[in-house]
């Protein structure tokens, strides 16, 4: 199928509270503009230089999200446009990223990543980590970054019963800290599920899922 009968499939049956993320890393800016031709303008990149790269080339009303693991001193490049960091593992990133938002006049959204796979590669808090953070009187005094949600990834497996069973708990963890709203905390968005397991993400209350693949294809790991 092409990219955009793809986008369409996908599109058309999510239900309307959920947010898709096209995820357009590795795939060249005349691909991105076929999803955009087809009206879709939410992107999601997993590298800094990358995302900046399209950012200057790509129309401006495209809403670019950060989806990868962000360092520190790379924020400054990003922060004049990203629109949702999903990204953020620590207090000291989180610091960075309200430094750079002082700086450009802003407020920039970001969602908390919480480690729910059990799997040692995956970034992200534990439960435990990102409850101290968000009790932090540091993170307290933050005013320009917002804390608007958390994103999860499950663990690469078939195991359908495993993969469900991460993402209820990361529910439950979003469903016990909404009623907790502040000027820099307020939870909207639950970001989880990708190609392989979006369905499983929605059924278990993901409002904004992160697709790539099913729209563009297997990627190049080469490039
Ligand atoms: C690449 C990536 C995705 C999309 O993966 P697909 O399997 O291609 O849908 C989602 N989330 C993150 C964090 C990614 O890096």
């Given at each position: 199928?092409?990219?955009?009968?793809?986008?369409?499939?996908?599109?058309?049956?999510?239900?309307?509270?959920?947010?898709?993320?096209?995820?357009?890393?590795?795939?060249?800016?005349?691909?991105?503009?076929?999803?955009?031709?087809?009206?879709?303008?939410?992107?999601?990149?997993?590298?800094?230089?990358?995302?900046?790269?399209?950012?200057?080339?790509?129309?401006?009303?495209?809403?670019?999200?950060?989806?990868?693991?962000?360092?520190?001193?790379?924020?400054?490049?990003?922060?004049?446009?990203?629109?949702?960091?999903?990204?953020?593992?620590?207090?000291?990133?989180?610091q960075e990223i309200n430094k750079q938002g002082i700086k450009n006049n802003r407020v920039i959204d970001c969602l908390l990543q919480i480690y729910i796979a059990d799997e040692?590669?995956?970034?992200?808090?534990?439960?435990?980590?990102?409850?101290?953070?968000?009790?932090?009187?540091?993170?307290?005094?933050?005013?320009?970054?917002?804390?608007?949600?958390?994103?999860?990834?499950?663990?690469?497996?078939?195991?359908?019963?495993?993969?469900?069973?991460?993402?209820?708990?990361?529910?439950?963890?979003?469903?016990?800290?909404?009623?907790?709203?502040?000027?820099?905390?307020?939870?909207?968005?639950?970001?989880?599920?990708?190609?392989?397991?979006?369905?499983?993400?929605?059924?278990?209350?993901?409002?904004?899922?992160?697709?790539?693949?099913?729209?563009?294809?297997?990627?190049?790991?080469?490039?």
């Amino acid at each position: 199928m092409s990219i955009q009968a793809n986008l369409h499939h996908i599109k058309s049956s999510l239900p309307t509270e959920v947010t898709l993320i096209a995820v357009t890393k590795t795939h060249p800016s005349e691909k991105l503009m076929e999803v955009y031709n087809a009206g879709h303008k939410i992107f999601g990149e997993n590298k800094v230089q990358e995302m900046c790269d399209k950012y200057t080339e790509l129309p401006k009303d495209i809403e670019w999200h950060l989806i990868g693991h962000l360092q520190t001193n790379k924020v400054k490049y990003i922060a004049p446009f990203v629109s949702l960091i999903h990204s953020v593992d620590s207090l000291k990133l989180l610091q960075e990223i309200n430094k750079q938002g002082i700086k450009n006049n802003r407020v920039i959204d970001c969602l908390l990543q919480i480690y729910i796979a059990d799997e040692e590669t995956k970034f992200g808090l534990s439960f435990e980590e990102a409850e101290s953070l968000l009790n932090s009187l540091e993170y307290i005094q933050l005013k320009n970054i917002r804390i608007t949600g958390f994103m999860g990834m499950a663990t690469n497996t078939d195991d359908q019963d495993k993969i469900r069973k991460e993402f209820r708990s990361l529910k439950l963890f979003f469903d016990k800290h909404t009623p907790l709203v502040t000027s820099n905390f307020s939870l909207l968005t639950l970001s989880m599920g990708m190609s392989s397991d979006y369905l499983i993400a929605i059924e278990e209350g993901s409002n904004m899922i992160r697709v790539g693949s099913s729209i563009f294809g297997n990627r190049n790991y080469n490039l």
